[in-house]
């Protein structure tokens, strides 16, 4: 399955570091064949600045990249994204053929602005939620859990909850064994929702 992981300027460095981890490490421990494929994407495919200066460079472009099977859509610095038609549209485009859309902390808020995220139990940081309520009263914010599976969306809390959703992911897309492998091997203590 390919893993598709959105990033952009000011992203929370531990929303797409961690999720990266969890399937690249499920595929190092499940040998061949890999059950995933991750990569990064950003717009233009150029170098990203995340959060506190962290520099990296995307494996893909919005034009260059393979089909995405699992797109996660993290959180940092969120609402220059959520006023770039650019973006949206690309996110609603990508949501259609995925088996399905995740979001980490306020990666949340991303896909409730592209229409993704409606009508749905949706988490997101805890210090976010009541904006969250408040910009998407249609969503059932919960608060006080890692992550919330609405089955082709799924959202998660803040920053390491994105490990612990990936990790539910892992189980849900492969099976629990690897999953407990993979957090095993990433001496990850896995809290579950």
Excluded at 55 to 68: G, V
Excluded at 144 to 169: C, F, K, P
Excluded at 175 to 190: H, I, V
């Amino acid at each position: 399955l390919n893993v598709g992981i959105y990033i952009y300027d000011q992203a929370e460095v531990l929303d797409f570091s961690g999720p990266f981890e969890v399937f690249t490490t499920a595929s190092r421990v499940a040998g061949q064949p890999h059950p995933f494929n991750t990569f990064l994407i950003s717009e233009r495919g150029t170098l990203v600045k995340a959060r506190a200066g962290y520099q990296i460079l995307p494996n893909y472009s919005f034009e260059t990249h393979p089909a995405i099977d699992v797109l996660i859509v993290v959180g940092g610095v969120h609402t220059e994204e959520m006023e770039k038609p650019a973006v949206l549209e690309w996110l609603q485009k990508q949501s259609k053929p995925a088996k399905l859309v995740a979001s980490v902390c306020t990666g949340a808020f991303i896909l409730a602005k592209a229409g993704i995220l409606t009508n749905h139990k949706a988490t997101t940081h805890w210090d976010d939620t009541r904006d969250l309520k408040k910009q998407f009263p249609e969503l059932t914010v919960v608060e006080n859990t890692r992550w919330v599976d609405e089955g082709s969306v799924v959202t998660s809390a803040g920053i390491s909850a994105g490990i612990d959703m990936s990790l539910h992911l892992v189980e849900r897309l492969s099976s629990r064994e690897l999953a407990e492998r993979t957090a095993r091997l990433m001496e990850f203590d896995w809290t579950e929702s």
